[in-house]
């Protein structure tokens, strides 16, 4: 199926796999269903750069000229064993430190009025610098 509106993050926390490729999707995929495996395209076919580029790549499965043959197969078994959903949980704690859905927002928000605070507080004292330096 192809989603053409909607929302995305809906459809995300409803996927029992997901087939991306290296792009925030695939991250908002980690984040809300880090339980439900993730495949990710290699269009190079060279793991090393994949990794490099992407740290998220070693916790997900990787389909590429060499494993596209078994792809079928392949996805039967990880949504039958899975072994790689531990490492899953660890890639998201890395890139997103443990927090539940909602509370990203929560955190965001807290750090972008801790900056604001101290933007302001730097320009008053900027200001006050300034006046008294006129002053001297």
């Known amino acids: 199926a192809v989603l053409l509106e909607g929302d ?7 996927t029992d ?7 925030s999707v695939s991250l908002d995929h980690l984040y809300l269903r880090p339980d439900s495996p993730l495949v990710l395209t290699d269009r190079r076919t060279n793991r090393p750069r994949l990794l490099e580029d992407a ?3 070693s916790a997900a499965y990787v389909v590429d000229e060499t494993t596209i043959g078994s792809l079928t197969t392949d996805l039967a078994t990880m949504l039958e064993a899975d072994p ?3 490492k ?6 890395f890139y997103f430190d443990s927090l539940a859905p909602g509370e990203s927002t ?6 972008l009025k ?9 320009l008053r004292e900027l200001s006050r610098v ?6 001297a």
């Not at 796999?17 to 792009?23: E, H, N, R, T």
């Not at 801790?114 to 730097?122: E, F, I, K, S």
């Open 8 to 14: 995305m993050l809906a459809v995300i926390r409803d």
């Open 88 to 93: 899953r949980h660890e890639m998201r704690d």
């Open 130 to 135: 300034r006046v008294v330096e006129e002053n």
């Open 114 to 122: 801790n900056a604001v605070h101290y933007h302001d507080t730097a």
């Open 55 to 57: 740290p998220v790549a």
């Open 17 to 23: 796999l997901m087939i991306a490729d290296v792009s």
């Open 106 to 111: 929560i955190r965001f928000w807290a750090e």
């Open 84 to 86: 790689l959903r531990a």
